[in-house]
Protein backbone atom coordinates (compact mmCIF):
# COMPACT_ATOMS: atom_id res chain seq x y z
CA UNK A 1 0.00 0.00 0.00
CA UNK A 2 2.81 2.06 -1.01
CA UNK A 3 5.37 1.26 1.37
CA UNK A 4 7.59 -0.11 -0.86
CA UNK A 5 6.95 2.28 -3.86
CA UNK A 6 10.19 2.14 -6.29
CA UNK A 7 11.80 -0.80 -4.51
CA UNK A 8 12.48 -4.05 -6.01
CA UNK A 9 12.43 -7.33 -4.95
CA UNK A 10 13.63 -10.93 -5.68
CA UNK A 11 11.32 -14.01 -4.00
CA UNK A 12 12.56 -17.40 -4.53
CA UNK A 13 10.92 -20.35 -4.41
CA UNK A 14 7.50 -17.83 -5.03
CA UNK A 15 5.64 -20.26 -7.22
CA UNK A 16 3.24 -21.79 -4.41
CA UNK A 17 3.16 -21.36 -0.80
CA UNK A 18 4.61 -19.36 1.28
CA UNK A 19 7.27 -17.48 -1.36
CA UNK A 20 3.60 -16.47 -3.29
CA UNK A 21 2.50 -15.12 -0.21
CA UNK A 22 5.48 -12.89 -0.01
CA UNK A 23 5.97 -12.38 -3.42
CA UNK A 24 1.87 -10.67 -3.36
CA UNK A 25 2.41 -9.25 -0.02
CA UNK A 26 4.96 -7.26 -1.29
CA UNK A 27 3.65 -6.41 -4.73
CA UNK A 28 0.72 -4.92 -2.61
CA UNK A 29 3.04 -2.97 -0.99
CA UNK A 30 4.50 -1.60 -4.29
CA UNK A 31 7.53 -3.21 -5.06
CA UNK A 32 8.15 -4.56 -8.67
CA UNK A 33 8.96 -8.32 -8.02
CA UNK A 34 11.01 -11.03 -9.37
CA UNK A 35 9.12 -14.01 -8.94
CA UNK A 36 11.95 -16.92 -9.14
CA UNK A 37 10.50 -20.72 -9.40
CA UNK A 38 12.23 -23.56 -10.64
CA UNK A 39 8.98 -25.53 -10.17
CA UNK A 40 9.59 -28.50 -8.38
CA UNK A 41 8.00 -30.83 -6.54
CA UNK A 42 8.20 -31.50 -2.35
CA UNK A 43 11.31 -33.70 -2.79
CA UNK A 44 12.45 -31.51 -5.39
CA UNK A 45 11.82 -33.83 -8.56
CA UNK A 46 10.47 -32.12 -11.80
CA UNK A 47 10.33 -28.85 -13.63
CA UNK A 48 7.00 -26.76 -13.97
CA UNK A 49 7.19 -23.17 -14.91
CA UNK A 50 3.49 -22.49 -14.91
CA UNK A 51 3.02 -21.31 -11.06
CA UNK A 52 5.70 -18.93 -11.27
CA UNK A 53 4.04 -17.52 -14.32
CA UNK A 54 0.48 -17.44 -12.94
CA UNK A 55 2.03 -15.85 -10.09
CA UNK A 56 3.63 -12.93 -12.34
CA UNK A 57 0.06 -12.49 -14.07
CA UNK A 58 -2.20 -12.53 -10.20
CA UNK A 59 0.18 -9.71 -9.85
CA UNK A 60 -0.30 -7.82 -12.81
CA UNK A 61 -3.51 -8.24 -12.33
CA UNK A 62 -3.77 -6.26 -8.99
CA UNK A 63 -2.00 -3.69 -10.77
CA UNK A 64 1.41 -4.29 -9.94
CA UNK A 65 4.70 -5.51 -11.82
CA UNK A 66 6.67 -8.46 -11.76
CA UNK A 67 8.56 -11.08 -14.11
CA UNK A 68 9.15 -14.24 -13.97
CA UNK A 69 13.13 -16.38 -13.64
CA UNK A 70 13.27 -20.31 -13.83
CA UNK A 71 16.41 -19.83 -12.53
CA UNK A 72 18.10 -22.82 -9.80
CA UNK A 73 18.89 -20.71 -6.58
CA UNK A 74 21.99 -22.87 -5.52
CA UNK A 75 23.51 -22.44 -9.57
CA UNK A 76 25.95 -19.75 -8.96
CA UNK A 77 25.36 -18.08 -12.59
CA UNK A 78 21.29 -18.89 -11.87
CA UNK A 79 21.26 -17.15 -9.01
CA UNK A 80 22.81 -14.05 -10.09
CA UNK A 81 20.97 -13.67 -12.89
CA UNK A 82 17.83 -13.49 -11.00
CA UNK A 83 19.52 -10.31 -9.46
CA UNK A 84 20.86 -9.41 -12.82
CA UNK A 85 17.30 -9.42 -13.83
CA UNK A 86 16.13 -7.17 -11.64
CA UNK A 87 18.69 -4.35 -12.51
CA UNK A 88 18.05 -5.13 -16.39
CA UNK A 89 14.53 -4.61 -16.01
CA UNK A 90 13.87 -2.10 -13.24
CA UNK A 91 17.43 -0.42 -13.03
CA UNK A 92 17.80 -1.54 -9.07
CA UNK A 93 17.61 -3.90 -6.53
CA UNK A 94 16.61 -3.79 -3.26
CA UNK A 95 15.04 -6.64 -1.28
CA UNK A 96 15.98 -10.66 -1.45
CA UNK A 97 13.66 -13.47 0.25
CA UNK A 98 15.53 -16.77 -0.27
CA UNK A 99 12.63 -19.62 0.80
CA UNK A 100 13.36 -22.03 -2.23
CA UNK A 101 13.45 -25.78 -1.39
CA UNK A 102 12.41 -29.16 -0.41
CA UNK A 103 12.80 -31.74 1.84
CA UNK A 104 14.22 -35.44 1.79
CA UNK A 105 13.80 -36.75 5.38
CA UNK A 106 14.82 -39.97 6.45
CA UNK A 107 16.13 -40.67 10.07
CA UNK A 108 20.38 -40.16 10.26
CA UNK A 109 20.88 -43.98 10.04
CA UNK A 110 18.76 -44.45 6.47
CA UNK A 111 19.80 -41.20 4.98
CA UNK A 112 21.98 -41.64 1.62
CA UNK A 113 24.50 -39.03 0.57
CA UNK A 114 22.43 -37.78 -1.92
CA UNK A 115 19.62 -36.72 -0.06
CA UNK A 116 22.24 -35.17 2.03
CA UNK A 117 23.72 -33.14 -0.60
CA UNK A 118 20.32 -32.79 -2.19
CA UNK A 119 18.89 -30.48 0.27
CA UNK A 120 22.07 -29.35 1.70
CA UNK A 121 22.82 -27.78 -1.81
CA UNK A 122 19.18 -25.70 -2.30
CA UNK A 123 18.62 -24.37 0.92
CA UNK A 124 22.06 -23.45 2.87
CA UNK A 125 23.86 -23.24 -0.97
CA UNK A 126 21.20 -21.34 -2.19
CA UNK A 127 20.24 -19.03 0.62
CA UNK A 128 24.44 -18.55 0.16
CA UNK A 129 24.62 -17.96 -3.48
CA UNK A 130 21.56 -15.41 -3.19
CA UNK A 131 23.12 -13.24 -0.04
CA UNK A 132 26.50 -13.45 -1.75
CA UNK A 133 25.45 -11.96 -5.03
CA UNK A 134 22.99 -9.44 -3.38
CA UNK A 135 26.01 -8.14 -1.05
CA UNK A 136 28.03 -7.78 -3.87
CA UNK A 137 25.51 -5.54 -5.75
CA UNK A 138 25.11 -3.48 -2.47
CA UNK A 139 28.74 -3.48 -1.49
CA UNK A 140 29.45 -2.10 -4.74
CA UNK A 141 26.21 0.51 -4.62
CA UNK A 142 27.36 1.91 -0.82
CA UNK A 143 31.37 2.52 -1.93
CA UNK A 144 30.13 5.17 -4.50
CA UNK A 145 26.93 6.33 -3.03
CA UNK A 146 26.60 5.62 0.54
CA UNK A 147 24.04 3.98 2.64
CA UNK A 148 21.84 1.75 0.09
CA UNK A 149 18.51 0.57 0.61
CA UNK A 150 19.02 -3.13 1.14
CA UNK A 151 17.35 -5.89 2.52
CA UNK A 152 17.76 -9.90 2.60
CA UNK A 153 15.57 -12.11 4.70
CA UNK A 154 16.62 -15.63 4.92
CA UNK A 155 13.95 -19.07 5.92
CA UNK A 156 14.94 -20.62 8.46
CA UNK A 157 13.16 -23.22 10.75
CA UNK A 158 12.62 -24.44 14.16
CA UNK A 159 13.96 -27.49 13.34
CA UNK A 160 17.64 -25.93 13.36
CA UNK A 161 16.94 -25.62 17.18
CA UNK A 162 15.46 -28.89 18.13
CA UNK A 163 17.39 -31.10 15.35
CA UNK A 164 14.54 -33.24 14.06
CA UNK A 165 15.77 -36.70 14.07
CA UNK A 166 14.05 -37.23 10.69
CA UNK A 167 15.67 -34.28 9.10
CA UNK A 168 19.32 -34.05 9.76
CA UNK A 169 20.37 -32.50 6.40
CA UNK A 170 17.11 -30.33 7.18
CA UNK A 171 17.67 -29.17 10.22
CA UNK A 172 21.66 -28.56 9.70
CA UNK A 173 20.82 -26.71 5.96
CA UNK A 174 18.61 -24.17 8.33
CA UNK A 175 20.73 -23.89 11.18
CA UNK A 176 23.73 -22.45 8.70
CA UNK A 177 21.26 -20.12 7.57
CA UNK A 178 20.73 -18.36 10.34
CA UNK A 179 24.90 -18.26 10.48
CA UNK A 180 25.10 -17.16 6.68
CA UNK A 181 22.48 -14.46 7.23
CA UNK A 182 23.64 -12.96 10.60
CA UNK A 183 27.48 -13.04 9.03
CA UNK A 184 25.80 -10.55 6.15
CA UNK A 185 23.80 -8.26 8.68
CA UNK A 186 27.50 -7.26 10.22
CA UNK A 187 29.40 -7.15 7.27
CA UNK A 188 26.80 -4.65 5.39
CA UNK A 189 25.56 -2.70 8.35
CA UNK A 190 28.34 -0.07 7.44
CA UNK A 191 26.07 0.80 4.28
CA UNK A 192 22.37 0.59 5.82
CA UNK A 193 21.61 -2.67 4.60
CA UNK A 194 19.93 -5.07 7.16
CA UNK A 195 19.66 -8.96 7.30
CA UNK A 196 17.09 -11.08 9.43
CA UNK A 197 15.89 -14.69 9.61
CA UNK A 198 12.59 -15.69 9.95
CA UNK A 199 11.45 -19.26 10.95
CA UNK A 200 7.61 -19.99 9.30
CA UNK A 201 5.01 -22.41 10.67
CA UNK A 202 2.64 -23.09 7.81
CA UNK A 203 1.00 -25.12 5.58
CA UNK A 204 3.42 -25.71 2.03
CA UNK A 205 4.07 -28.91 0.11
CA UNK A 206 6.95 -29.76 2.66
CA UNK A 207 4.78 -29.55 5.52
CA UNK A 208 2.19 -31.67 3.93
CA UNK A 209 4.44 -34.67 3.39
CA UNK A 210 4.92 -37.18 6.44
CA UNK A 211 4.35 -37.29 10.03
CA UNK A 212 3.83 -33.61 9.68
CA UNK A 213 0.58 -33.57 7.41
CA UNK A 214 -2.14 -33.59 9.98
CA UNK A 215 -0.54 -31.19 12.20
CA UNK A 216 -0.71 -28.36 9.64
CA UNK A 217 -4.21 -29.70 7.75
CA UNK A 218 -6.61 -26.77 6.63
CA UNK A 219 -9.38 -26.10 9.79
CA UNK A 220 -13.07 -26.88 8.53
CA UNK A 221 -14.34 -23.62 9.61
CA UNK A 222 -11.99 -20.36 11.72
CA UNK A 223 -9.14 -19.04 11.86
CA UNK A 224 -6.61 -21.11 9.77
CA UNK A 225 -3.78 -20.17 11.90
CA UNK A 226 -1.08 -22.08 9.45
CA UNK A 227 -2.10 -20.59 6.55
CA UNK A 228 1.50 -18.96 4.56
CA UNK A 229 -0.51 -15.62 4.40
CA UNK A 230 -0.18 -15.07 7.92
CA UNK A 231 3.60 -15.09 7.49
CA UNK A 232 3.96 -12.22 5.23
CA UNK A 233 3.13 -9.49 7.11
CA UNK A 234 6.38 -9.38 8.87
CA UNK A 235 8.39 -10.59 5.66
CA UNK A 236 6.90 -6.85 4.21
CA UNK A 237 7.51 -5.18 7.63
CA UNK A 238 10.98 -6.10 7.69
CA UNK A 239 11.58 -5.21 3.99
CA UNK A 240 9.93 -1.85 4.75
CA UNK A 241 11.93 1.56 5.52
CA UNK A 242 10.11 1.27 9.06
CA UNK A 243 12.60 -1.75 9.29
CA UNK A 244 15.99 0.36 9.15
CA UNK A 245 17.10 -0.47 12.76
CA UNK A 246 16.59 -4.18 13.01
CA UNK A 247 19.25 -6.78 11.71
CA UNK A 248 20.89 -9.63 12.66
CA UNK A 249 17.54 -10.84 14.14
CA UNK A 250 16.00 -14.74 14.12
CA UNK A 251 12.01 -14.36 14.24
CA UNK A 252 9.62 -17.52 14.35
CA UNK A 253 6.46 -16.18 12.97
CA UNK A 254 2.74 -18.12 12.45
CA UNK A 255 -0.65 -17.73 12.98
CA UNK A 256 -1.44 -14.61 14.89
CA UNK A 257 2.33 -15.15 16.84
CA UNK A 258 6.05 -13.83 16.30
CA UNK A 259 8.63 -14.12 18.67
CA UNK A 260 11.75 -12.81 18.78
CA UNK A 261 14.66 -15.30 19.70
CA UNK A 262 17.32 -14.44 21.81
CA UNK A 263 21.22 -15.62 21.65
CA UNK A 264 21.37 -18.86 23.78
CA UNK A 265 22.71 -18.27 26.94
CA UNK A 266 25.00 -20.43 29.36
CA UNK A 267 23.72 -22.64 31.52
CA UNK A 268 26.62 -22.96 34.03
CA UNK A 269 30.61 -22.34 33.50
CA UNK A 270 33.17 -24.21 35.44
CA UNK A 271 36.46 -23.25 36.12
CA UNK A 272 39.60 -25.46 37.72
CA UNK A 273 42.47 -23.98 39.79
CA UNK A 274 44.55 -26.54 38.13
CA UNK A 275 44.70 -27.92 34.76
CA UNK A 276 42.03 -30.16 34.15
CA UNK A 277 41.97 -34.23 34.74
CA UNK A 278 38.87 -36.75 33.96
CA UNK A 279 38.75 -37.15 37.60
CA UNK A 280 38.30 -33.56 38.17
CA UNK A 281 35.57 -32.94 35.21
CA UNK A 282 33.43 -35.65 36.41
CA UNK A 283 33.49 -34.06 39.57
CA UNK A 284 32.95 -30.58 38.75
CA UNK A 285 30.62 -31.05 35.51
CA UNK A 286 29.66 -34.11 36.07
CA UNK A 287 27.66 -32.71 38.84
CA UNK A 288 26.03 -30.29 37.25
CA UNK A 289 24.08 -33.17 35.32
CA UNK A 290 23.42 -35.31 38.42
CA UNK A 291 19.67 -35.94 38.22
CA UNK A 292 19.49 -34.69 34.35
CA UNK A 293 18.07 -36.97 31.80
CA UNK A 294 19.92 -37.55 28.33
CA UNK A 295 18.53 -35.72 25.28
CA UNK A 296 15.05 -34.14 27.32
CA UNK A 297 17.30 -32.22 29.72
CA UNK A 298 19.89 -31.37 27.20
CA UNK A 299 21.22 -28.05 24.60
CA UNK A 300 18.18 -29.39 21.78
CA UNK A 301 15.52 -26.62 22.01
CA UNK A 302 12.04 -27.90 21.93
CA UNK A 303 9.55 -26.56 19.68
CA UNK A 304 7.27 -23.00 20.87
CA UNK A 305 3.93 -23.76 20.90
Known amino acids: MGDLDGKVAVVTGAGRGLGRAHALELARLGARVVVNDLGVAADGSGRDE ?61 MEESDFDAVIRVHLKGHFCGIRHASAYFREKGKTGGQVYGRILSTASEAAFFADPGQPNYSAAKAGIIAITNGAAQALAKYGV ?6 PRARTAMTLVGQTAQFFEKPAEGFDTFAPENVSPLVGYLASPAAANIS ?47 VKDSFIVPPIF
Not at 66 to 74: C, E, M, S, T, W
Not at 194 to 199: D, K, Q
Not at 264 to 291: L, Y
Open 194 to 199: TANTFM
Open 50 to 110: SAGRAVVDEIKAAGGDAVAHFGDVANWDDSKGMIDLAVKTWGDFNILVSNAGFCRDKMIFS
Open 248 to 294: GNVFIVFGKQIAVMEYPKRAANFESPEAWTVESVAKTVGGFFEGKQP
